[in-house]
Antibody
Framework: QVHLVESGGGVVQPGRSLRLSCAAS????????MHWVRQAPGKGLEWVAV????????EYADSAKGRFTISRDNFQNTVNLQMSSLTTDDTAVYYC???????????????WGQGTLVTVSS | DIQMTQSPSSLSASVGDRLTITCRAS??????LNWYQQKSGKAPKFLIY???TLQSGVPSRFSGNASGTDFTLTISSLQPADFATYYC?????????FGPGTKVDLK
């Protein structure tokens, strides 16, 4: 059974950094692209970043470019999101998501973690 | 970037109703359109991919269709478990944008 468990959320001051992690189990992690999707309180879903199965390809939303870095460890079966220069607009639940289907980033998001809340506040 | 719109933004319905949600892409995305269901406080659940293919385990009362850049999600007979917010998503090219969502609540 596929499990994605996020960790690392919490309260952080504006301008500071935070690192989210996602532990994957129940599938062959190195075969799948992995994504981060976030949802601000009371708002819709926003795709944040993707990393390919090998880690060689990455893409970011404009809101994340230059501030967030996605990485993965195919031995530890983890995917990370390093976030810097955080602002109040980054306050959201961050979901770790598996990308499946064709293409290097997957064509659909079939499994989601339960999410971890990041609150940026002074 | 590809923009996704949804209509309506919310609707009220009764158990047994047939309802249709529309999603429109700002440019051609082929059939790279997915649908997700999200209940309050929960992670989204994957329903449909490639515009019309049901994910395994999704009830057959859900269906998806496509016509050019317009996509629809139909629930043939609304059940109590279906009251939720529904999102479409394009995976034609990054950034992989979601629609703003359609909230379905009880009339």
């Amino acid at each position: 059974q596929v499990h994605l468990v996020e960790s690392g959320g919490g309260v952080v001051q504006p301008g500071r950094s935070l690192r989210l992690s996602c532990a994957a189990s129940g599938f062959t992690f190195k075969w799948y692209a992995m994504h981060w999707v976030r949802q601000a309180p009371g708002k819709g879903l926003e795709w944040v970043a993707v990393i390919s199965d090998t880690g060689n390809e990455k893409e970011y939303a404009d809101s994340a470019k230059g501030r967030f870095t996605i990485s993965r460890d195919n031995f530890q079966n983890t995917v990370n999101l390093q976030m810097s220069s955080l602002t109040t607009d980054d306050t959201a639940v961050y979901y770790c998501v598996r990308g499946a289907g064709s293409g290097w980033y997957g064509r659909y998001f079939d499994y989601w973690g339960q999410g971890t809340l990041v609150t940026v506040s002074s | 970037d590809i923009q996704m719109t949804q209509s309506p933004s919310s609707l009220s319905a009764s158990v047994g109703d047939r309802l249709t949600i529309t999603c429109r892409a700002s440019q051609n995305i082929g059939s790279y359109l997915n649908w997700y269901q999200q209940k309050s406080g929960k992670a989204p659940k994957f329903l449909i991919y490639s515009a019309s293919t049901l994910q395994s385990g999704v009830p057959s009362r859900f269906s998806g269709n496509a016509s050019g850049t317009d996509f629809t999600l139909t629930i043939s007979s609304l059940q109590p478990a279906d009251f939720a917010t529904y999102y479409c998503q394009q995976t034609y090219s990054p950034p992989l944008t979601f629609g703003p969502g359609t909230k379905v609540d009880l009339k």
